[in-house]
């Protein structure tokens, strides 16, 4: 619906409706396990822990969860009194939530809010995965299939993209992010906002830009800890996604669970109101994280619940998510006169016009099974979540073994990650449906050559169990080819699983050089959500290769397969980088050069016990192909403030086959009143070329785009001599420089 016609739905529903009808639109919450059978005390809190920890099976886990039933809350809301519900996963309970918020004096719909981060039924690699393919038509591609599939099944609000800028691999949700750069962050919230949000066949869905702001730079890389910024970096590095989102269009903001330099984002009015509406000029409606309302206690800046409904809806915190303090407080603050109605009114207009611009008010969803069977996992859906991945791998190693070749008729694969399909899904996938998933067994059978024999044993998992050592290995010295599948578990990263240790969990590493000694070709695949701090797998010539491959998802046993035969070859660049020890994070390739750069000499930054260079850098990524750089040229060097830095480099394919490279671009401000980064990425390219062909790879950076923000937070673009380099990665490629006048 457009815009103006949105704004007089919303005001005039507005008019008609009773206080606590609005307030009602303030307050999100979702289901709640009760028991149902008598004497059976329900600890889902304890439950989940002990799942999420790996102390209780996921099949365990699911027994005690059928004991219990979920209240839906429909009484409430078709009360009018809780209009908006979070993640709600069975088709036909969302179905049962809307029927009861027709049913209501107002029938405003309910909005049905799911963390869609990696897609609905089809799972795609981890948003940190799918950054690595640098590919923005993949993530356009990705948010077509993920709506496509949510709205089918009833959802009418999704809680992403996430744009947290990621730094430190200790931090669990790393995984969840875009990675350390906030130019490739913006492009790639700008595309899945666009398409998310787009008027298209499928109709538009309302996304969120979470989680505002900086929640990548909590301290220590532990999540929900602390975290203090000075404002130039707040301004240069974890804001530029944000605004990107506004500025297509995004129709909510999730506000972050931690204190900003001191205050809580959910209770912070100049976060909320000042810089998110007032500088960057959003106009929808903040939702708060899960319970952040009521952490403003916990946070020690509200004195109880009370308070912290007041101080967070005062903000600009217009929506309470599951703490039930809008629900409890506002009422009375309203009638205690601390509140005022127009408070609560600017709030419920803000819910209702994002409800009416996104066809919500006038959805009357119709569930249909048969429908959402036949959409949901169809083969296009599961073909664009191949493709993904495929795109998703970094090749980080490769003396040769890969791709396997076909002379290698007896295959081995070893570590249980490799059959374990909820860990091939991966965290942030609580839609998916995990039988679907195709294990890396199951993959290689699908794509192997005719007479080639794959065999799959145990060997080893993330733990300490060294008791399939010795088997595994007898079978891997009688293998042509080892894929040994080593890395983390679905729960080791994602949302409160941030790590000290950034090495392979467990006995896994103490297997792999096992292996290496046997000398029998091999390739390590890495299952795991972060950065690892694996140096003695690089440093080891006993193993050949080495592909990162994330968390795939649905299709990952099948990408894999494609990838390790070369059916599909890897063209994936990391986004974040990989440190050689969890004690040098965070560590990043945007980082000022400092007086004393880390080198030969003592006296400079660095770390005693590790290398000073990163163990692969931002933008890494190999390939079974081999690309050369000609040289960098560039058109005009002197430029005015507002010029247009145009420059291009020619590209071949020397290998003898068909690949993709990812030609990167940074700047670097050589002298300015602030030290800048050493390089910072200004544009990307992916292209195409087959064997042997070349192409010239132009790029127009204008010279507005070099700015930083000084101490005030102020934008400006200082003149003097910049540095350009154009690569295949963060670290190394060609170099000039040009003047901004
Ligand atoms: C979680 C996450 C947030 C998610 C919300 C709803 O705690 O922080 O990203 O959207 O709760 O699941």
Same mark, same amino acid.
């Given at each position: ?67 219990? =039933? ?34 209501? @004096? ?39 299939? $993920? ?121 912070? @009015? ?32 509200? =004195?109880?619940?009370?308070?912290? !409904? ?31 109605? !127009? ?14 611009? +996104? ?13 959402? $069977? ?54 942030? $996938? ?68 941030? @790590? ?72 994936? =660049?990391?986004?974040?980088? +990989? ?23 003592? +006296? ?109 937070? =102020? ?6 001599? +910049? ?7 963060? !670290? ?10």
């Amino acid at each position: 619906m457009d815009r103006k016609k949105a704004e007089r739905r919303a005001a005039d529903l507005l008019s008609s409706m009773t206080l606590r009808e609005k307030i009602g639109q303030l307050h999100q919450t979702g289901s709640t396990m009760v028991s149902a059978l008598p004497g059976i005390e329900v600890d889902i809190e304890h439950w989940v822990t002990e799942m999420l920890e790996g102390r209780m099976s996921q099949d365990e886990f699911q027994s005690r969860m059928a004991m219990c =039933k979920e209240d839906l809350r429909l009484a409430e809301i078709s009360r009018g009194e809780i209009g908006s519900f979070v993640n709600l996963y069975e088709d036909e309970k969302v179905a049962q939530v809307l029927e009861a918020s027709y049913q209501s @004096r107002t029938g405003i719909p309910a909005f049905i809010g799911v963390d869609v981060i990696r897609g609905y039924r089809t799972i795609f690699p981890t948003p940190l995965a799918m950054a690595c393919s640098f590919d923005l038509e993949l993530f356009r591609r990705f948010a077509r299939v $993920a709506k496509r599939e949510a709205k089918i099944c009833g959802v009418n609000w999704c809680f992403g993209p996430m744009l947290d800028v990621a730094r430190d691999g200790r931090w669990g949700r790393i995984v969840e992010s875009p990675g350390e750069d906030p130019y490739l962050a913006s492009e790639i919230g700008r595309t899945m906002i666009e398409t998310y949000q787009a008027e298209d066949e499928d109709g538009p869905l309302l996304a969120t830009a979470k989680h505002f702001v900086a929640y990548g730079a909590v301290s220590g890389g532990q999540d929900y800890n602390t975290v203090s910024l000075p404002k130039q970096l707040l301004y240069d590095v974890y804001l530029p996604p944000f605004r990107a989102a506004v500025d297509a269009g995004v129709g909510a903001v999730m506000s972050a669970f931690h204190d900003l330099n001191g205050v809580p984002c959910t209770c912070d @009015r100049w976060l909320l109101t000042d810089v998110l509406r007032g500088e960057l000029g959003f106009d929808g409606f903040v939702v708060s994280d899960a319970e952040g309302v009521k952490q403003c206690v916990a946070h020690g800046v509200a =004195k109880d619940e009370r308070e912290a !409904a007041k101080l967070s809806l005062l903000a600009g915190g217009d929506m309470d998510m599951s703490s039930w303090d809008y629900a409890n407080y506002l009422e009375e603050l309203v009638s205690s006169g601390e509140l005022s109605e !127009a408070d609560i009114d600017r709030a419920a207009y803000r819910v209702l016009e994002k409800k009416a611009e +996104f066809g919500i008010l006038d959805q009357r969803y119709v569930f249909d099974p048969e429908k959402i $069977a036949k959409t949901v996992l169809c083969q296009e859906h599961r073909a664009a979540a191949r493709e993904a991945a495929e795109a998703s791998a970094v090749l980080l190693k490769n003396d040769g073994a890969l791709p396997i070749r076909s002379q290698c008729r007896n295959i081995l694969i070893v570590g249980e990650l490799a059959e374990n399909r909820d860990d091939l899904l991966g965290p942030w $996938a609580f839609t998916g449906n995990k039988e679907a998933v195709a294990t890396i067994p199951e993959g290689m059978r699908n794509c192997a050559p005719h007479g080639v024999e794959i065999e799959y044993v145990r060997g080893f998992s993330v733990s300490d169990d060294e008791s399939g050592f010795e088997e595994a290995l007898e079978k891997c010295r009688n293998a042509d080819f080892v894929v040994a599948v080593a890395g983390e578990t679905a729960f080791m990263s994602g949302e409160a699983a941030s @790590r000290a240790d950034l090495r392979l969990a467990g006995a896994q590493e103490k297997f792999l050089l096992k292996l290496a000694e046997l000398g029998v070709p091999n390739a390590v695949v890495l299952v795991n959500g972060r950065p690892l701090a694996i140096g003695a797998l690089q440093e080891n010539p006993g193993i050949h290769a080495i592909l990162e491959t994330w968390h795939m998802g649905t299709e990952a046993g099948n990408a894999i397969a494609n990838l390790l035969f070369g059916t599909a070859n890897p063209s994936g =660049k990391l986004t974040v980088t +990989f440190p050689n020890a969890a004690g040098q994070e965070p560590m990043y390739y945007n980082h000022p050069n400092t007086g004393k750069p880390g080198g030969e000499f003592k +006296f400079t930054s660095k770390y005693q016990d590790v290398p000073v260079t990163p163990l692969y850098p931002f933008g890494y990524g190999l390939s079974y192909t081999a690309f050369s750089y000609g040289a960098l040229e560039i058109e005009e060097r002197e430029l005015g403030q507002n010029g247009v830095l145009r420059c291009s480099v020619a590209v071949q394919n020397t290998g003898e086959r068909k690949g993709k490279e990812t030609v990167q671009l940074y700047t670097h401000d050589v002298t300015a009143s602030l030290a800048r980064p050493v390089r910072e990425l200004k544009g990307f390219r992916k292209i195409e070329l087959e064997p042997g062909e070349s192409a010239r790879v132009s790029f127009e950076i204008p010279v507005q785009s070099l700015g930083f923000h000084d101490r005030d937070g =102020k934008y400006r673009v200082e003149s003097g001599e +910049f540095e350009v380099f154009i690569g295949p990665d963060s !670290a190394g490629g060609l170099r000039d420089t040009f003047t901004v006048k």
